[in-house]
């Protein structure tokens, strides 16, 4: 499975992104996918996730301003990111596989995807 993200950007507070990532590969469909973000010198943190019947789970600091969704004909992974904050400054990935799609929740906590994006930067300025 390779993904390739796109979307990132500069932003002041208060505004709006959205990230895409275009899967392609055999079976790209059926796995568990989320987002991760890394600051410098920090470790991944898991932000999104979405699995098998279109569950989502989110890390409690995005929840009600980020927005993970999927269009399964293009085979596109989505990150509507509202309200956007200072310290939501990071390089964000997309990630999928490494876990049942139907345990994708555990993801947010384990960050333990097989496949991963190569990464797009988002700078939120106050």
């Known amino acids: 499975v390779q993904l390739m993200e796109s979307g990132g950007g500069s932003v002041q507070a208060g505004g709006s992104l959205r990230l895409s990532c275009r899967a392609s590969?055999?079976?790209?469909?059926?796995?568990?996918m989320g987002w991760v973000r890394q600051a410098p010198g920090e470790s991944r943190e898991g932000i999104a996730t979405?699995?098998?019947?279109?569950?989502?789970t989110y890390r409690d600091s995005v929840k009600g301003r980020f927005t993970i969704s999927k269009d399964n004909d293009k085979n596109t992974l989505y990150l509507q990111m509202d309200s956007l904050k200072s310290e939501d400054t990071d390089v964000y990935y997309c990630?999928?596989?490494?876990?049942?799609?139907?345990?994708?929740?555990?993801?947010?906590?384990?960050?333990?995807?097989?496949?991963w994006g190569q990464g797009t930067q988002v700078t939120v300025s106050s």
């Open positions: 990630a999928a596989g490494g876990i049942p799609s139907w345990d994708c929740a555990a993801q947010l906590s384990q960050v333990d995807f097989r496949y």
């Open positions: 590969g055999a079976t790209s469909g059926t796995y568990c």
């Open positions: 979405l699995g098998s019947g279109g569950r989502t």
